[in-house]
């Protein structure tokens, strides 16, 4: 037999309010592509933080080609062959992709080299990234891309993927599962963090799972369920959805007229979008990333005060002109894709952050009543279930999923009128993802307006009442969920859809000239 690629050894993690990893024991072979599955806050991103000399553990031991090994920082673990791909970017958001790649490499090669292979690479596995562009300017997805990117460049014998199809289209996952399984075909060990049951089992070969930092089963994937892994990773399966069909009330946003010139030169310009969410309705927008997504939650948030004051319309009133605090007023609560930094202040307690979108907590002196807050964050973290050491715990100390679960909570616990969420379940567990998608299709129930900004498809086509789809700063027509299909909203993400004569503008210099086999397929109904 060969030697084991990786080798854990009774590692043990402990921080001040909770053991993360307790006792954990793993061997990856070469070539093998070793998935670690577990709920949030359940230990796998301490465990490949150890591996990757960014944690020291307090107990146990690790072998590396049948060697054993005190891996101290990043670098260390670079020079052994390993490399990272964090759920949590690790990007300088003033400098380049090209500069931020060239941090991590060899000394010995130019930025100009540096540029030349990002650009190959690129091209070689189809994940599109301009090594020019300054990291503030990125998606969430693309800056998913630089990741992925940066760690492939390093030749690595063992690869830790921790999330990394979490905001990437169905068509770059199969493109990157490409790249991935030859790989691990040339000898790479890939270990594999995903919540999304059906890619473990397509391309894992064997699995661990975590529960509470523990070890609780091995299994080979390929030879399970997705009911079957639930049940290994959360102990349940998680609940059926219930999507009711109902009337969607009055107009509560209206978008008419949209366009805005790009801020910045990677951007895209807003071209003449309009669209309506009514209450008691979600609307789905899907889109590659980077496509003027972020362009559009700027200007919807409030972020972006340039529009005319008529293009936006929230209850009625004009509100181009408004900054988020008069937005809110209205009713509009807003979850944004980035959850540290835009959505919550990392060194901030939960409690404190809830003062982001919340004033009830202020009294009439303008005193803020700092347990009226610890109750609003402890009610949050226990009708959400989010593990966290209390309303006190900084907001950097949660997983990504567990704090996701809060900042949405946080949100719908203020009982918008209007609710616009990008990414809702980005890094969130089974169990986790079917709560937040309830909770939303039960606000809506109530009477609440939704928006819902997601690449990934099966999401939309779970909640969505309408959907639309987003392409080069252009928005499609509406198309009814149970009317539309993967393979024509995939057709409208290239930006192949129709213009309806009578209801649309006619198609400008930018809307491609379809053959008459392309307008069937996506003639809006």
């Known amino acids: 037999?060969?030697?084991?690629?990786?080798?854990?050894?009774?590692?043990?993690?402990?921080?001040?309010?909770?053991?993360?990893?307790?006792?954990?024991?793993?061997?990856?072979?070469?070539?093998?592509?070793?998935?670690?599955?577990?709920?949030n806050g359940a230990g796998k991103s301490t465990l490949m933080k150890i591996i990757y000399g960014a944690v020291k553990p307090d107990e146990g031991s690790v072998l590396f080609d049948g060697q054993p090994v005190h891996i101290r920082n990043?670098?260390?673990?670079?020079?052994?062959?390993?490399?990272?791909?964090?759920?949590?970017?690790?990007?300088?958001?003033?400098?380049t992709v090209a500069e931020?790649?060239?941090?991590?490499?060899?000394?010995?090669?130019?930025?100009?080299?540096?540029?030349?292979?990002?650009?190959?690479?690129?091209?070689?596995?189809?994940?599109?990234?301009?090594?020019s562009r300054p990291v503030h300017t990125l998606s969430v997805g693309e800056m998913q891309r630089v990741e992925i990117i940066r760690a492939l460049l390093t030749n690595p014998k063992l690869l830790i993927l921790d999330e990394p199809t979490s905001v990437l289209t169905p068509q770059a996952v199969e493109k990157l599962f490409v790249v991935l399984k030859q790989l691990a075909?040339?000898?790479?060990?890939?270990?594999?963090?995903?919540?999304?049951?059906?890619?473990?089992?397509?391309?894992?070969?064997?699995?661990?799972?975590?529960?509470?930092?523990?070890?609780?089963?091995?299994?080979?994937?390929?030879?399970?369920?997705?009911?079957?892994?639930?049940?290994?990773?959360?102990?349940?399966?998680?609940?059926?959805?219930?999507?009711?069909?109902?009337?969607?009330?009055?107009?509560?946003?209206?978008?008419?007229?949209?366009?805005?010139?790009?801020?910045?030169?990677?951007?895209?310009?807003?071209?003449?979008?309009?669209?309506?969410?009514?209450?008691?309705?979600?609307?789905?927008?899907?889109?590659?990333?980077?496509?003027?997504?972020?362009?559009?939650l700027f200007?919807?948030?409030?972020?972006?005060?340039?529009?005319?004051?008529?293009?936006?319309?929230?209850?009625?009133?004009?509100?181009?002109?408004?900054?988020?605090?008069?937005?809110r007023h209205l009713g509009l609560h807003f979850v944004p894709e980035e959850r540290l930094g835009r959505g919550a202040v990392p060194t901030l307690s939960l409690a404190q952050n809830l003062l982001l979108t919340r004033t009830d907590a202020v009294g009439p002196s303008g005193w803020i009543r700092t347990g009226a807050l610890r109750r609003q964050a402890a009610d949050i973290i226990a009708r959400f279930g989010v593990k966290a050491g209390g309303p006190d715990a900084a907001a950097k100390s949660l997983s990504g999923g567990n704090l996701q679960k809060f900042i949405v909570g946080r949100e719908i616990d203020a009982k918008p009128k209007l609710l616009i969420v990008s990414q809702p379940t980005w890094g969130v567990d089974v169990g986790a993802s079917a709560?937040?998608?309830?909770?939303?299709?039960?606000?809506?129930?109530?009477?609440?307006?939704?928006?819902?900004?997601?690449?990934?498809?099966?999401?939309?086509?779970?909640?969505?009442?309408?959907?639309?789809?987003?392409?080069?700063g252009r928005l499609s027509p509406s198309i009814e969920r149970a009317r539309a299909t993967v393979?024509?909203?995939?057709?409208?993400?290239?930006?192949?859809?129709?213009?309806?004569?009578?209801?649309?503008?006619?198609?400008?210099?930018?809307?491609?000239?379809?053959?008459?086999g392309e307008k069937e397929k996506g003639q809006d109904a």
């Open 1 to 39: 037999m060969s030697v084991p690629r990786l080798q854990l050894a009774h590692i043990t993690k402990r921080y001040p309010s909770v053991v993360a990893n307790s006792d954990v024991s793993l061997t990856v072979q070469p070539g093998e592509t070793h998935a670690v599955l577990g709920e």
């Open 299 to 327: 200007a919807l948030s409030g972020e972006d005060t340039r529009a005319a004051p008529d293009m936006i319309q929230v209850g009625g009133q004009p509100v181009g002109r408004f900054g988020p605090a008069h937005r």
């Open 487 to 516: 393979t024509q909203i995939g057709e409208w993400m290239s930006g192949l859809w129709v213009v309806h004569p009578l209801r649309e503008p006619a198609p400008s210099a930018l809307t491609p000239t379809l053959s008459q």
């Open 100 to 131: 931020n790649v060239w941090l991590g490499l060899d000394r010995g090669l130019t930025l100009q080299q540096v540029t030349h292979s990002i650009s190959a690479k690129a091209r070689e596995y189809g994940l599109d990234v301009d090594p």
């Open 185 to 296: 075909a040339e000898g790479c060990s890939i270990l594999y963090i995903s919540h999304k049951l059906h890619e473990i089992r397509e391309l894992c070969t064997a699995c661990t799972v975590l529960r509470a930092g523990q070890v609780t089963g091995v299994c080979d994937p390929r030879r399970e369920t997705n009911a079957s892994l639930s049940r290994l990773m959360i102990g349940a399966e998680p609940p059926e959805l219930e999507h009711h069909a109902r009337q969607a009330g009055d107009v509560v946003l209206r978008v008419q007229g949209l366009s805005l010139p790009r801020e910045d030169q990677f951007g895209h310009d807003l071209d003449a979008i309009s669209f309506d969410v009514r209450a008691g309705e979600v609307v789905g927008i899907a889109g590659v990333s980077g496509n003027g997504q972020r362009e559009l």
């Open 435 to 472: 709560q937040i998608r309830g909770a939303i299709l039960a606000l809506r129930d109530a009477g609440c307006a939704v928006l819902v900004l997601s690449e990934e498809l099966d999401e939309l086509f779970e909640i969505s009442d309408r959907m639309h789809v987003i392409a080069k």
């Open 74 to 95: 990043p670098q260390e673990a670079r020079a052994l062959g390993i490399s990272m791909v964090f759920q949590h970017f690790s990007l300088f958001d003033t400098l």
